[in-house]
Each structure stands twice: as structure tokens, then as C-alpha cells.
Nanobody, 115 residues
């Protein structure tokens, strides 16, 4: 049963923008933190950005100033606006949530930055 469903990945040229969306199922509480991680083949999954229910954000240094995370608590959704994309941002992006007991992951969405 999929608890987090991502959308919005794709192919974009360097310098372009993409917006990722993630919708959570009812099993995930509205108050749980949500966020995004990314993973390249053969590498560990790495933090991109997280956001709490109250809107406190945390970003990886590599995306600060270029990516913006936001959430809509009423829709139990989290978004990642990615601007000024670079080839090194090419990865599979995973939606994340954690209730302090269990971690949930989406199925992943591919982002490719290439000319």
C-alpha cells in the first residue's frame, strides 16, 4: 500500500525549473514532518529538504537558495520547487515522512537535468 505518491519529475535543461509534489495517504498524520531525499545509482539516499507541520524548514547546503520546500497541511501534501537546476541535481527524488516510530517513503520520481 503506497502511503506517499510523488509527481512532477522529468527532463529539464540546466538552469530550468521543476516542481515536485507529494500527497500522503490517511495513515500519515497531518502533523508529521515531511520532506524530500534524493538518490543516485550506487549512492546513499541523501537529504534535500524537510519541513515541519509548523513550517520550519531544513535544506541541504547544495540546494540552499535554489530549492524551496512547502506544504499544504489541509491536503497533506508537500512540494519542492526546484530552480536553477544543475546536471548534478539529476537523481531519483523520494518523498519522506516520519512519525517518530516509522519512516515512510514514496516510490520515487526521476529528475534529469541535461541539455
Amino acid at each position: 500500500q503506497v502511503q506517499l505518491v510523488e509527481s512532477g519529475g522529468g527532463l529539464v535543461q540546466p538552469g530550468g525549473s521543476l516542481r515536485l509534489s507529494c500527497a500522503a495517504s490517511r495513515i500519515i498524520s497531518t502533523i508529521d514532518p515531511m520532506g524530500w531525499y534524493r538518490q543516485a545509482p550506487g549512492k546513499e539516499r541523501a537529504l534535500v529538504a524537510t519541513i515541519t507541520y509548523a513550517g520550519t524548514t531544513n535544506y541541504a547546503d547544495s540546494v540552499k537558495g535554489r530549492f524551496t520546500i512547502s506544504r499544504d497541511n489541509a491536503k497533506k501534501s508537500v512540494y519542492l520547487q526546484m530552480n536553477s537546476l544543475k546536471p548534478e541535481d539529476t537523481d531519483v527524488y523520494f518523498c519522506w515522512s516520519n512519525n517518530g516510530i516509522r519512516t515512510y517513503w514514496g516510490q520515487g520520481t526521476q529528475v534529469t537535468v541535461s541539455s
